[in-house]
């Protein structure tokens, strides 16, 4: 893409969100993961002029149920803001469709170096229940964008909920069933090993990619790790997840 595409695409992208009108997909021309990226960080540099800060990552197509949807075999990463850090309580009409994943998201402690070992990586960390919510900035988009306009969305990142952050070992996360109710009901549940095999090994890979930029993942950041379930709808109500060993998350959902 030329750089004035790249604005463009950026600009829509950035507005679209603002607004909260979802653009139509397929109208920038993003064919391949380097000009997803570009215009990712396109928009980003919007969002730090705005005033938002850099928080965290999220990591999107980590399961390969995910992936088969958009037709690829590796995960995509996002950058998330301080605007999309949320408390206990989120209104959904600050979003234009918002879906929930139920994963683990980790905190570091120190800076993660592409060479760490999953045990290191564990050592440098704290691990927390949570939600992450995606809400793309296309209409009618999941199953139906390519993996480049979802990069190019920032991995449709809009928001996440951490519980208390603990620490845990590699083996006391590993192959850990979570479970999620709304209002007491069953809603969803998965296990860490979907994860990639395990959600450390998520981190890891989002360490190795950002290095290849010359950046890391820095003391207290947060990486969203990516979820152990597919994504569904929010509706309004409470809801209450845990994974195994973990402190639970609740969210209230208005």
Known sequence: ??????????QALYQADNHKIPVKYGKFGILNEE???RVQQAVLDLRKEAGEQVA??????SAKIQQSFFKTSTPLYGVMTDKGVWG???DLSKFMGP????????KAEERISPDD??????????VATGYEIP???YDNWYGNISKFELIADGAANAGVVAGEYVKRTYQEIDDVIGTVTLDGQPYTQGSSKEVMGHPAYSVQWLAQKLAEIGQAIEPGMFVASGAVNMPKVIEPGVYVGQFEGLPPVTLFAK
Do not use: N, P
């Open 1 to 10: 893409m030329m750089d004035q595409e790249i604005i463009f695409a950026s």
């Open 35 to 37: 000009d997803g990226y």
């Open 56 to 61: 965290g990552y999220k990591i999107s197509l």
């Open 88 to 90: 206990s309580d989120i």
């Open 99 to 106: 879906l929930l994943e139920f994963e683990m998201i980790f």
């Open 117 to 126: 070992s999953v045990e290191t990586i564990m050592s440098k960390c704290k």
């Open 135 to 137: 809400d793309c900035r």
